[in-house]
């Protein structure tokens, strides 16, 4: 498909907004739905600013099931990219019936009105998370899924939602994107990762210690078994994260029903929360002061991924490296500044 109308939910957040350009770039015809409860107001207006044509955007809700249909009743979508969900692990602890209600009953929604209304191509938007603490690096896809909290098992029970209606529905198209860390923002500095909620993430937390609006990084934890005792994470540019959605949709086009798959998205390479600091002061000119703190609960030690099958399935390698991502991160923030 070089062409089609693309409905992606959760559009206007980071990742969805960036995956907007890349499908505009390659030619399709991509229409936002989104909430707009984590994503700012602007995100349209920029996007249009990008691409010098108006943004399409329909604000609903994935929780309501009959907006879900009218977004899709009648409007010709080739494809449904299902990145609407919410994503904060603590609150998932404590709001277990809100995650599961935005992330698996929005998912069956969107479903539900997908085939009410004959689209039959769908990818989703899936974690690194359900493999929760991998026994071997790198994580392949056959490895063992363990998520560690309501976030990833609600991830976990989508992709098994999804692989039962493909199961049952030979012509629905299937893509699952197990995406380890997206990290950066556009060229343009107009889109980046900008949470109208609190952030936790690492990058983003380090972005607002080097804007002067944290006063330091707390490290959790220096006593892993790694080199310098940090985490270690596969950090991808999310322009690449963005192109593997491109050939994600052209591989379920070009396959049908058998081009389905399920992919880690990553770079194969881990990064140390110490590298990732060092690089960031490194492209940003400005100091990263940081305080070692005791470890955050759930996390893991390594986790990177095996990229072999996202090769073998949509032709896809990660171009870009951590220099690349933090710097793109610190255009975008001193542009929005
Ligand atoms: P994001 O919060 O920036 O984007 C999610 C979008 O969904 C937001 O624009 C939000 O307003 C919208 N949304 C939330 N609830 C909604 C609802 N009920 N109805 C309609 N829209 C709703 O997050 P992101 O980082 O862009 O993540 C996109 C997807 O990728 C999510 O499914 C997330 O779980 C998954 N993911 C993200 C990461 C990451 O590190 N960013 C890693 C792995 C997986
Ligand atoms: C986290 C989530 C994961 C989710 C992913 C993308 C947890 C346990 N996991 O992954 O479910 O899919 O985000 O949204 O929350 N770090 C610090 N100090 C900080 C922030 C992070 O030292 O202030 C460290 C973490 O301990 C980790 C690394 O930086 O080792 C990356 O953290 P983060 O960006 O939160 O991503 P993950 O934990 O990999």
């Known amino acids: 498909m070089t062409s089609g109308r693309v409905l992606l939910t959760g559009g206007a957040g980071f990742i969805g907004a960036h995956v907007y350009l890349a499908l505009v770039d390659s030619g399709f015809e991509p229409v936002i739905l989104d909430n707009f409860h984590n994503a700012r107001r602007d995100v349209p207006d920029r996007l249009t600013q990008i691409t010098g044509r108006p943004t399409p955007v329909i604000e609903a809700d994935i929780r309501d099931e009959a907006a879900m249909d009218q977004a899709m009743r009648g409007a010709g979508f080739d494809a449904v990219i299902h990145f609407a969900a919410l994503k ?3 609150d998932s602890q404590s709001d277990p019936l809100g995650y599961y209600q935005v992330n698996v009953g929005g998912l069956i929604n969107v479903t539900r009105a997908m085939q009410a209304n004959g689209v039959a191509r769908i990818v989703f938007s899936s974690s690194a998370a359900v493999y929760g603490e991998a026994e071997a690096m790198p994580v392949t896809e056959e490895s063992a899924v363990r998520p560690q909290n309501n976030y990833a098992r609600t991830k976990l029970v989508g992709e098994q939602f999804l692989a039962a209606l493909a199961q049952a529905e030979p012509q629905l198209g299937l893509g699952i994107l197990r995406y380890f860390n997206p990290v950066g923002a556009h060229p343009s500095g107009l889109i980046g990762e900008d949470p109208s909620q609190p952030a936790g993430n690492l990058v983003p937390v380090i972005a607002q210690v080097a804007m002067g609006r944290r006063d330091r990084l707390m490290i959790f934890g220096d006593d892993w078994p790694t080199p310098d005792g940090t985490a270690i994470r ?5 322009e690449d994260l963005a192109r593997g959605h491109v050939l994600s949709l052209q591989a379920l086009t070009d396959g049908g029903g058998s081009g389905s798959h399920l992919v880690n998205l990553g770079t194969g390479r881990g990064h140390s929360v110490r590298e990732v600091i060092a690089c960031y002061q490194q492209v940003s000119g400005q100091p990263i002061p940081n305080q070692v703190v005791p470890r955050r609960g759930g996390d893991a030690a390594v986790s990177y991924a095996d990229t072999r099958l996202a090769d073998q ?7 870009y490296d951590l220099a690349a991502m933090c710097g793109s991160n610190w255009a975008f923030m001193r542009a929005k500044a």
């Open 313 to 319: 399935k949509l032709g896809f390698r990660a171009r």
């Open 88 to 90: 904060s692990v603590p």
């Open 234 to 238: 596969d950090y991808i540019h999310i």
